[in-house]
């Protein structure tokens, strides 16, 4: 197949895959082109805010380690670890849910002002919420989310 075809065709699955996001949890979508199949990636909802949250809290340990003080809020969009879609192989179940609590509340600290602990511990203890929930439901990224921690 021509290149440009293969353009063609993974547009037309990430337009499809756009319109079923809401009802589909399939992590794999299948191409088939008549003569092969081929399955494509394709995140959920959890594993994308994931990302962001990721990306976030990179920024924020660039933030501390380089001295400069917070300037960022409290991401409102953080809130949907409580609904977020999942993949299909992961379920929410109340071990879940108690680690996305526990997650949220240590993330907002990051933000108090008044706190009496270091911004560095802050941040830490979020991001050990995030390890907390990994070793019981993802170990995957967990050697990625340890490289957040500040030494
Ligand atoms: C309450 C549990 C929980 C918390 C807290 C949590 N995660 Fe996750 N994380 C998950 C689950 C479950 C997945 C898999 C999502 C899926 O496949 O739908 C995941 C996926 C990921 C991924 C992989 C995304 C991908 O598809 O490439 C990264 C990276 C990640 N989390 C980082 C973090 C970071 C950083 C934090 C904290 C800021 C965090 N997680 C907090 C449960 C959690």
């Not at 990430?14 to 088939?32: D, H, P, Q, R």
């Not at 995140?43 to 001295?67: C, D, H, R, W």
């Not at 511990?121 to 990994?134: K, Q, T, V």
């Amino acid at each position: 197949m021509k290149y440009s075809s293969w353009i063609g065709l993974l547009l037309l699955v990430f337009l499809y895959s756009c319109g079923e996001a809401k009802t589909t949890t399939e992590k794999e979508v299948t191409i088939v082109d008549g003569t092969s199949k081929y399955e494509v990636y394709q995140p959920s909802e959890m594993s994308m805010l994931m990302k962001g949250m990721y990306a976030f809290n990179e920024q924020v340990k660039g933030t501390i380690e380089s001295g400069e003080s917070l300037s960022f809020e409290f991401p409102e969009v953080f809130l949907n670890i409580h609904t977020a879609q999942l993949s299909e192989t992961k379920l929410r179940n109340p071990t879940f849910e108690t680690y996305s609590a526990k997650f949220i509340e240590a993330q907002t600290l990051l933000f108090d002002k008044n706190s009496s602990l270091s911004e560095k511990e802050r941040f830490n203890n979020a991001i050990n919420m995030c390890l907390a929930c990994h070793k019981t439901e993802c170990t995957g990224p967990i050697p990625k989310i340890k490289k957040l921690l500040i030494e």
